[in-house]
């Protein structure tokens, strides 16, 4: 297996563009996680998907957000309209399902930077 | 050590000695626990795990240590190699919940 596959690698952005992260989770995993790494708060959960189903998004940081997870290989993390201070370096994860002692695999990562 | 706050933890180690790298939890009621290592410009990898019912748990060079009383937990590395030279993440999990990350120690191997 490839692992988890994040895209693209890199973006770069004007402030109020739309921006789309993409991520496919290890065939046969049921969890998936965004995460957002920044130097000042580190890596933090925005949103887990368990079996396709958002579970808690309760790290969203505002409406400008939103992830979905169409089926169980493919998910996408958007914001819009993108800010400065959402330049961050955005991860997923997949795990055979959230909790139950299993570990999460993250992917590469993409990071953003919005100008 | 982790502490919350806006500075990473550094350790400094001479190549061929052994390293620990502490980590505080939070949350009493988690049940299992990994250690991640993220190189420069990549994703946090997996090392090692420990359950709660666990205090100790070896792996290839390194051991995961669990205090469950004082909620802390560390990552022993025996003969530290300048390969080693990463951000070493605790994750906490409780049982049908997600991951929660400590803020990660900069592990510098000299050689």
């Known amino acids: 297996d490839a692992g988890v596959i994040q895209s693209p690698r890199h973006e770069v952005t004007e402030m109020g563009q739309e921006v789309t992260l993409r991520c496919k989770p290890i065939s046969g995993h049921n969890s998936l996680f965004w995460y957002r790494q920044t130097m000042m708060r580190g890596l933090e959960l925005l949103i887990y998907?368990?079996?396709?189903?958002?579970?808690?998004d309760s790290g969203m940081p505002e409406d400008r957000f939103s992830a979905k997870m169409p089926n169980a290989s493919f998910s996408t993390l958007k914001i819009q309209p993108s800010e400065p201070r959402d330049s961050a370096v955005y991860f997923c994860?997949?795990?055979?399902?959230?909790?139950?002692?299993?570990?999460?695999?993250f992917g590469q990562g993409t990071r953003l930077t919005v100008v | 050590g982790e502490s919350v706050g806006l500075h990473l933890p550094t350790l400094s180690v001479q190549e061929g000695d052994n390293s620990i790298i502490n980590c505080a939890y939070s949350n009493s009621a988690s049940d299992y626990f990994i250690w991640y290592k993220q190189e420069s410009g990549k994703g946090p990898q997996f090392i090692i795990d420990i359950r709660s019912n666990m205090d100790k748990r070896q792996g290839q060079r390194v051991t995961v240590l669990l205090n469950k009383t004082v909620k802390h937990l560390s990552l022993q590395i025996a003969a530290t190699q300048p390969g080693d030279s990463a951000v070493y993440f605790c994750?906490?999990?409780?049982?049908?919940?997600?991951?929660?990350f400590g803020t990660g120690t900069s592990l510098t191997v000299i050689p």
């Open positions: 994750a906490e999990n409780m049982a049908g919940n997600q991951f929660y």
């Open positions: 998907f368990n079996n396709n189903v958002p579970i808690d």
């Open positions: 994860a997949s795990s055979l399902s959230a909790g139950a002692g299993t570990e999460a695999f």
